[in-house]
């Protein structure tokens, strides 16, 4: 089943959650050893040019899973508490929030010297034709932070999910990990 049900996520949505969240950690942690890189270092262009172009497909996929989100009704929200409720719910936003920021932030990094970002050897975006001083220092810092806190999110996240799962035993969890093909 490609799309949701009131029950479970269908495929398209699993996939694009978890690659989207295997991107997000590879990305995370790449940006942790890049800032360690001297200018120097023969990986230093390497690490860059790769988080760029993965920043850049990723700005694709966020695009396109809010595109699949608004197409396809969400799955019934789990019983529970009103609070626990509109906390996921705030949560889910935020997550979103923050991916988009630090997507933008990313890009006015990159193209703050008025370059174009290369995405793979294979298309290039081009650079807004404005930025501001020390552009790529302001947002950097905010870049880091943004995520940071995104981390944060994710692992707050990935705590209700295992709560769900295994303290209520309402099958949280499996809503994102295989499709149930009842409706």
């Known amino acids: 089943m490609l799309k949701n049900s009131k029950k479970s996520y269908g495929l398209v949505a699993i996939f694009i959650h978890w690659l989207m969240a295997i991107a997000i950690f590879f990305m995370f942690g790449l940006g942790l050893y890049m800032v360690e890189l001297t200018y120097y270092d023969p990986w230093y262009k390497g690490s860059l040019d790769l988080h760029k172009s993965i920043g850049m497909l990723l700005i694709v996929m966020w695009v396109a899973r809010l595109i699949w989100r608004q197409m396809n009704h969400s ?5 529970g508490p009103k609070l626990e409720q509109a906390a996921a719910r705030v949560g889910h936003f935020l997550l979103y929030a923050l991916m988009l920021f630090i997507l933008v932030s990313g890009y006015l990094i990159s193209t703050a010297d008025g370059k ?16 501001f001083d020390n552009q ?37 969890l ?8 009842e409706h």
């Not at 799955?75 to 019983?79: C, N, R």
């Not at 174009?116 to 975006?125: A, D």
């Not at 943004?146 to 209700?160: D, E, N, P, R, Y």
């Open 75 to 79: 799955p019934d929200e789990l019983p």
């Open 116 to 131: 174009p970002i290369s995405v793979f050897e294979f298309i290039n975006v081009p650079a807004l034709p404005w930025s």
């Open 136 to 172: 790529e220092d302001i947002v950097g810092e905010i870049h880091f932070w943004l995520a940071w806190a995104l981390i944060g999110f994710v692992v707050g996240h990935i705590g209700a999910a295992l709560k769900h799962q295994f303290i209520n035993k309402d099958g949280g």
């Open 174 to 181: 499996m809503r994102i990990i295989k499709v149930n093909k």
